[in-house]
């Protein structure tokens, strides 16, 4: 399957996950020992039936500045979450929307490079979030594909070294 078929029906499997909030706070229980106490944090805010970002959010604002992304042309801008305020410095985690990933951690996202672009210009720690079932099976990478750190599931962590 080439990306294109991978989001069509990923996108499908994605909202038919059953039991969400119960792996959601998996999640973010496994997120939250592997990150530590970070100082910024740039997090997607969820639509569709992406891992829901809300209580993950939360939970870093009690002690990090966090960002949400702003679309501005072909690239993202960190936007504080709770005001109007912009940073250009990297943070020290970002967490990554996938519709589906392979078991060597290369996601598929939308199609638009934004978090490709955003992880090429940034040095930062990239964890992407999803449920073991948008794993799919090996894809061809492009050479735009900017590779994650790791990707936190409900049951496991997958991480390449």
């Known amino acids: 399957m080439d990306k294109n078929d991978i989001r069509f029906l990923y996108k499908v499997i994605r909202k038919s996950v059953a039991e969400r909030e119960?792996?959601?706070a998996m999640i973010l229980s496994k997120l939250s020992k592997i990150a530590g106490r970070p100082k910024t944090v740039f997090c997607y805010e969820s639509i569709g039936g992406e891992v829901s970002t809300a209580k993950i959010i939360a939970y870093f604002a009690e002690f990090a500045?966090?960002?949400v992304p702003e679309v501005c042309g072909r690239?993202?801008?960190m936007k504080a979450i709770f005001s109007d305020k912009y940073s250009d410095v990297a943070p020290e985690l970002t967490i990554v929307p996938l519709i589906a990933?392979?078991?060597?951690?290369?996601r598929?996202?939308?199609?638009?490079g934004y978090y490709d672009r955003f992880l090429?210009?940034?040095a930062t720690k990239s964890v992407g979030i999803?449920?073991?079932e948008q794993q799919c099976e090996p894809f061809e990478?492009?050479?735009?594909d900017i590779p994650l750190d790791m990707i936190i599931t409900p049951t496991r962590i997958l991480k390449i070294n």
Do not use: S
């Not at 990933?101 to 290369?106: H, K, Q, V």
């Not at 990478?141 to 735009?144: D, L, Y």
């Open 101 to 106: 990933f392979d078991e060597t951690i290369n």
């Open 141 to 144: 990478k492009e050479v735009t």
């Open 75 to 77: 690239d993202m801008k």
């Open 22 to 24: 119960k792996k959601e």
């Open 65 to 67: 500045d966090v960002y």
């Open 130 to 132: 999803a449920f073991d």
């Open 120 to 122: 090429a210009k940034y």
């Open 108 to 112: 598929v996202g939308f199609g638009g």
